[in-house]
């Protein structure tokens, strides 16, 4: 099949009336449809091969050279290395025009499979001086086989393209060791958006809990800042009878523990907002019956805006100090920034819903509440507007009520949603590139 595909680029520029601008692009959206699915035996067996060889963040090595040989073949240039073990790949398209990001995440999480699947993964490794098992948990295999095929469908459009792609394959989305600045973050601190300059972004993550052929969004803050916290409670020791001899950490830590839950139950406007502050470690004392000199409990703060977010650290600071003050005891807390709100540019999003309602048809494009997870894709939304969608990965028929979490040993998706992510990852790119 062949399209003046020139012609059809230069009128998806022109002002016109919705069925006009429509059937202006129909021609190119059923070439990206065409070859998109020309593409899902390619993209199941990258998918598939990564799945069965996951790697953790920041040591994707096998992983940043099968993309990398990908993208040589198609003649893209390729740069390594980006952020440790990122790749970026750019597209240059035959005209002039503006940059845009298409990303996709590359790491496994320490997570031992049990999925059954064929291509299961049995990699083994240790973390954090724990031998583990490790497995694509979250769908980044997925991720990273469906921007190898956008970047097939658009090389094909080369020539056309007015403008260029920059294809972001970014290691350690899940998070550094301790201490370890990686992810998105050190992309952009090593200039991952930049030479050339890019206007936009634009990423996709496959959602286990929503059907097929459905695509989800959330015009501003759609994904919450995660930020970690800890508190040591400095008291006094005692021996467990003469607990009036002792400052007890203990009593204070629960106090403290007791107390931040207000934070968000009764500090915070929940009709304009969400947010959860979680305490998850406790630790003190070794023996029954001894008073320990200190106590230390840590936790995870999710904001879905900055305001939220400075306020609940202000929150937590006062309230811990107070408590501590009042039981004679001292308290040091630590707050470390994670990452920050997943921010979808609402004039890019209303500028893109037409495009993901032609992609993937009107009724399957769905506007959705917040979500407490975190995506440090963020990171790339801090400096340039960007655009992060959901594309459902529930197989037809079965209840996306009853599938395995994200995170979790049971996690798969069905493969046939894959053409769907390609076309909306090419889809956006084109339309953004002819400004429509």
């Known amino acids: 099949m062949k399209h003046a595909l020139p012609t059809l680029l230069a009128g998806l520029g022109l002002l016109a009336t919705a069925p006009a601008a429509r059937a202006q692009r129909a021609p190119l959206d059923a070439r990206i449809a065409q070859l998109a699915a020309?593409?899902?035996?390619?993209?199941?067996?990258?998918?598939?091969?990564?799945?069965?060889?996951?790697?953790?963040?920041?040591?994707?090595?096998?992983?940043a050279a099968l993309i990398a040989a990908q993208l040589k073949a198609l003649g893209i240039e390729v740069q390594t290395g980006v952020g440790r073990t990122g790749v970026v790949g750019i597209l240059k398209g035959g005209k002039p025009g503006p940059v845009v990001a298409l990303r996709a995440d590359m790491d496994g999480l320490p997570i031992t499979e049990s999925t059954g699947l064929p291509f299961a993964s049995t990699v083994k490794t240790t973390y954090l001086g724990q031998p583990v098992g490790v497995m694509h948990a979250c769908g980044h295999d997925t991720h990273v086989a469906m921007l190898l095929g956008a970047a097939e469908v658009l090389s094909q459009l080369k020539k056309d393209l007015p403008g260029t792609v920059k294809f972001i394959f970014q290691p350690a989305e899940?998070?550094?060791?301790?201490?370890?600045?990686?992810?998105?973050?050190?992309?952009?601190?090593?200039?991952?958006?930049?030479?050339?300059?890019?206007?936009?972004?634009?990423?996709?993550h496959i959602w286990a809990s929503a059907p097929v052929g459905q695509l989800q969004y959330r015009p501003r803050g759609e994904m919450a800042s995660s930020d970690r916290f800890s508190i040591k409670v400095i008291g006094k020791g005692s021996h467990g009878a003469k607990p009036w001899s002792?400052?007890?950490?203990?009593?204070?830590?629960?106090?403290?523990?007791?107390?931040?839950?207000?934070?968000?139950s009764r500090q915070t406007d929940l009709t304009q907002d969400a947010a959860v502050v979680t305490v998850g470690t406790v630790q003190a004392g070794v023996r029954y019956n001894i008073i320990p000199p200190d106590a230390t409990l840590s936790g995870t703060i999710r904001a879905f805006s900055p305001d939220t977010q400075q306020r609940i650290w202000a929150a937590i600071k006062r309230t811990a100090n107070g408590i501590a003050a009042a039981n004679g005891a001292t308290a040091e807390v630590g707050i470390e920034p994670y990452v920050p709100v997943t921010f979808n540019d609402p004039a890019l999003t209303a500028r893109m819903l037409p495009t993901m309602q032609r992609v993937a048809g009107a009724k399957n494009v769905v506007e959705i509440k917040a979500v407490t997870g975190a995506e440090d894709f963020a990171c790339y939304q801090e400096k340039i507007p960007g655009l992060f969608v959901f594309l459902g990965g529930t197989a037809p028929g079965t209840d996306p009520a009853t599938v395995a979490d994200h995170h979790?040993?049971?996690?798969?998706?069905?493969e046939s949603a894959f053409p769907l992510g390609v076309k909306t990852l090419a889809t956006l790119a084109v339309d953004y590139l002819t400004k429509k």
């Open 246 to 264: 002792s400052i007890d950490p203990v009593v204070t830590a629960a106090e403290i523990i007791t107390a931040l839950q207000t934070i968000v």
């Open 38 to 63: 020309a593409e899902q035996a390619k993209v199941v067996g990258w998918r598939r091969d990564l799945h069965e060889h996951p790697e953790l963040g920041n040591e994707e090595n096998r992983t």
């Open 408 to 414: 979790t040993a049971g996690f798969k998706v069905d």
């Open 174 to 204: 899940e998070g550094s060791l301790p201490g370890v600045v990686g992810g998105a973050k050190l992309m952009v601190q090593e200039g991952v958006l930049e030479n050339p300059k890019v206007e936009a972004i634009f990423g996709l």
